[in-house]
Nanobody, 129 residues
Framework: QVQLVESGGGLVQAGDSLRLSCAAS????????MGWFRQAPGEEREFVAT???????????YYTDSVKGRFTVSRDDAGNTVYLQMNSLKPEDTAVYYC???????????????????WGQGTQVTVSS
């Protein structure tokens, strides 16, 4: 069992920055691709960003179009933590943000919520105008 705990959410104004963290335990963190998803009230959970597990000592990142150039996903395998740096926040970024883990590295699956096996409890991000 992999357990994930998100933190770092809060209430900010449009244009501000926020850094989310996801701490993992229970398995070998470096063997998992780590994704970030978000869900606004009344909406489906949607993909935000992901960073694969290391292959040939390299990672691959993916982002949904609406956050490209503003958000950056990174990981610290030694510290069992994945991060989501969010800059230039917009009101439409308001949602509960979840981190998730999967073993796949395939581009056909890492952006799909159904591919992820483990989920955190979520952290609220609210961006006011």
């Amino acid at each position: 069992q992999v357990q994930l705990v998100e933190s770092g959410g809060g209430l900010v104004q449009a244009g501000d920055s926020l850094r989310l963290s996801c701490a993992a335990s229970g398995r070998t963190f470096s063997s998992y691709t780590m994704g970030w998803f978000r869900q606004a009230p009344g909406e489906e959970r949607e993909f935000v960003a992901t960073i694969t597990r290391s292959v040939a000592r390299a990672y691959t990142t993916y982002y949904t179009d609406s956050v490209k150039g503003r958000f950056t996903v990174s990981r610290d395998d030694a510290g069992n933590t994945v991060y989501l740096q969010m800059n230039s926040l917009k009101p439409e970024d308001t949602a509960v943000y979840y981190c998730a883990a999967t073993v796949t590295i395939s581009s056909n699956y890492v952006t799909k919520k159904n591919a992820y096996d483990y989920w955190g409890q979520g952290t609220q991000v609210t961006v006011s105008s």
